[in-house]
């Protein structure tokens, strides 16, 4: 359905006892809105769907004596019922601004966050759908605070630590568990196809050079064939053709399922760390090899 802006009435609230559905003649409870031709409908506007349109219960018309009673209490008051929080923190006015959802945020670790490990995530979902949202540390205060401004009732939000660099196949499978502890601790229904399988995002590699590989473990990724020869690792490109990182074009390595590359690098990074340290390319530069 369409109505203009200026013809509705949005994020009304019935706590019952007042308005039934029309084909059923149940009583209805939660947000609704009201159109310009005196009609109303649940959701919290066109755009909140199921929109059913509801009708007033008869016997909620009060009579004017019951007016009297209660402090001339009338129909069009009660057009502007709102839950508790949401009428004190906005002074019951009917045109303040409802209570926010979770707003999309994608968080980046900070070089500080590499330097330790991990960084923490935070998420939210929708009590009444399968709906997660990956929010910032500042939104997860105000749902957590139940700050009047968030839509707290119908959200929960948690966290959890999610590891960036070290051993890449450690850090899946931590991350892995961590995703599935999660899940299953909230019973958050369906989280895990949010990561797509991808427990490595955001991971870094640690910058090696001159290693060499004799073709068990990987594949050019441009030629699909197993490589043999000298290659480096880039902290974000990865496993790369050649000793060391250059302004030239240079292919990508694809570890092959089952290497070792892992274990094979740390080993090379321990042996290493008392030998001087030969001069590479800066990776902070914006130009970089590789396709």
Not at 252 to 262: E, Q, R, V
Request: glycine residues 6%.
């Amino acid at each position: 359905m369409y109505f203009p802006k200026s013809q509705i009435t949005t994020n009304l609230y019935t706590n019952g006892g007042e308005y039934v559905y029309n084909n059923t003649n149940e009583e209805y409870t939660g947000y609704y809105f009201q159109t310009s031709d005196g009609r109303y409908f649940t959701g919290r506007n066109p755009n909140d769907p199921p929109n059913q349109e509801i009708q007033i219960q008869e016997d909620s018309k009060l009579t004017d004596a019951e007016e009297g009673e209660i402090g001339s209490y009338n129909l069009s008051t009660s057009l502007y019922l709102v839950p508790e929080v949401y009428a004190t923190a906005k002074s019951l006015n009917p045109n303040s601004t409802p209570p926010l959802p979770p707003t999309q945020v994608i968080n980046l670790p900070t070089k500080e966050n590499y330097k330790w490990g991990e960084f923490q995530r935070y998420f939210s979902s929708k009590n009444n759908e399968v709906r997660y949202t990956e929010i910032d540390e500042n939104q997860y205060t105000k749902f957590i605070d139940k700050d009047p401004n968030v839509d707290y009732a119908l959200y929960k939000v948690f966290q959890f630590p999610w590891l960036i660099s070290g051993n890449r196949n450690e850090v899946i499978n931590v991350n892995k568990k961590t995703i599935e502890r999660t899940t299953l601790n909230l019973k958050l229904s369906g989280f895990k196809s949010y990561f797509k399988n991808q427990y490595d995002q955001y991971y870094k590699y640690t910058k090696v050079s001159n290693l060499k590989t004799d073709g068990t473990e990987f594949l050019n990724k441009s030629t699909g064939k197993r490589y043999i020869g000298l290659y480096h690792i880039h902290p974000e490109k990865g496993p790369m053709v050649g000793a060391e990182h250059t302004l030239q074009i240079h292919d990508y390595l694809i570890p092959i399922s089952g290497s070792n590359m892992d274990s094979m690098v740390n080993k090379i990074e321990t042996q290493n760390m008392n030998e001087p340290k030969m001069k590479t390319y800066n990776s902070s530069s914006n130009t970089f090899g590789g396709y």
